[in-house]
């Protein structure tokens, strides 16, 4: 089982970043999906989760209406668009499946998870 997380990088605020998460050795159209994140001296903060029942999503406050999670399950894939960043969503992002199928956000619920991708907003 891998998760690949990718396109983390630098942005201004006010940029948009596009990040994916490739999943291998598992089906991924039978799993919520996630999309944590990680400031130094803070605890894992669930962002954005979709279930793979019905699926709805659970967008954190912080990022409704900036944030989009999407998956493409031909592709084995999950996306989270991110529009308007600011300084403070500066973290390490992390993808995960979890087989509940659930949108709930809570890290506990997910038994796969990607390496993580450095997302820097800053000018």
């Known amino acids: 089982v891998q998760l690949q997380a990718s396109g983390g990088g630098l942005v201004q605020p006010g940029g948009s970043l596009r990040l994916s998460c490739k999943v291998s050795?598992?089906?991924?159209?039978?799993?919520?999906i996630g999309w944590f994140r990680q400031a130094p001296g803070k605890e894992r903060e669930g962002i954005s989760c979709?279930?793979?029942?019905?699926?709805?999503?659970y967008y954190t406050d912080s990022v409704k209406g900036r944030f989009t999670i999407s998956r493409d399950n031909t592709k084995d894939t999950m996306y989270l668009q991110m529009n308007s960043l600011k300084p403070e969503d500066t973290a390490v992002y992390y993808c995960?499946?979890?087989?509940?199928?659930?949108?709930?956000?809570?890290?506990?619920?997910?038994?796969?998870w990607g390496q993580g991708t450095q997302v820097t907003v800053s000018s």
């Open positions: 995960a499946a979890g087989s509940l199928g659930l949108h709930l956000c809570t890290p506990a619920l997910y038994e796969y």
């Open positions: 050795g598992f089906t991924l159209q039978y799993y919520s």
């Open positions: 979709i279930s793979s029942i019905d699926g709805s999503a």
